[in-house]
């Protein structure tokens, strides 16, 4: 699973499961791009992958605005190009707890431009880039798509999508050999999910097969995976990584 001389990209990798990733290709020896939106999230995360000895270029971006994403794409490839990206980045804070007749259109359209719309957004900038190397592309998409969570329509919704995204862009990419496959973690012990009630944590951790809270580095050798040689002739699928709450 040697990324030795790939540069990836990954949205969203100033915290959680985005950083654990980041330092996980770097493990595997691959040279990270972080394209985080809050700049202080981005330079912290930035500075501890350079303590770590990942080869690391940071690009301030949002993945909601296309003109940002674009940025990111131009300045990839006066960099050096690319041959991974992992969409990681996603409004996941806080957005539960509303039965879905009483969601926001606005908090609707809103986690909707993140979470669904931004994945395509940056996979369609970078595209002829990964298309050039034959590379990989790996979404993050939740278990919460498959179990259905309740008060949480509009996550679930978005984190859908995202699961049928992969598939279409997997046909698309298939000539040029670009993969296109999704990661699907179940609750996982970060800063996005400290808000999330007690009672979810509860339910994932009495009915996980494996009997224990998830930790981002369950999920790591995953992306790792996919986005490497050893990957190279899976596409379209969704690996769910999440101690067997659910069986997909």
């Known amino acids: 699973m040697s990324l030795h001389g790939k540069r990836i990209v990954v949205t969203g990798a100033g915290r959680g499961l985005g950083f654990a990733i980041a330092a996980a290709i770097g493990e595997a020896g691959g040279s990270v791009v972080v394209a985080e939106r809050d700049p202080e999230r981005a330079g912290h995360a930035t500075a501890r992958l350079e303590a770590l000895g990942v080869p690391v270029t940071r690009l301030d971006t949002d993945v909601a605005d296309p003109d940002s994403v674009q940025r990111l794409a131009d300045r990839a490839a006066a960099t050096g190009g690319l041959h991974g990206l992992v969409n990681n980045a996603a409004l996941a804070d806080g957005v539960g707890g509303k039965h879905f007749a009483e969601i ?31 590379g990989r592309i ?24 995202v699961i049928a995204m992969t598939r279409a862009m997997a ?3 298939g000539p040029d050999g670009v993969t296109v496959n999704a990661v699907a973690p179940g609750l996982t012990e970060v800063e996005a999910t400290e808000a999330i009630p007690r009672e979810r944590h509860d339910l994932y951790a009495s009915n996980r097969a494996i009997a224990r ?7 790591v050798g995953a992306v790792t995976f996919l986005l490497s040689d050893a990957a190279s002739y899976i596409t379209g699928q969704t690996l769910v990584v999440n101690g067997g709450f659910i069986f997909h």
């Open 104 to 134: 926001d259109v606005a908090d609707w359209d809103r986690l909707m431009a993140i979470n669904a719309r931004g994945p395509w957004l940056v996979s369609r900038a970078l595209y002829p880039q990964l298309a050039a190397t034959s």
């Open 138 to 161: 790996v979404n993050l998409a939740s278990d919460a798509a498959l179990y259905g969570s309740p008060r949480l329509a509009h996550y679930v919704t978005s984190k859908g999508a």
């Open 171 to 173: 046909r698309d990419g």
């Open 213 to 219: 809270t998830q930790q981002p580095e369950d999920l």
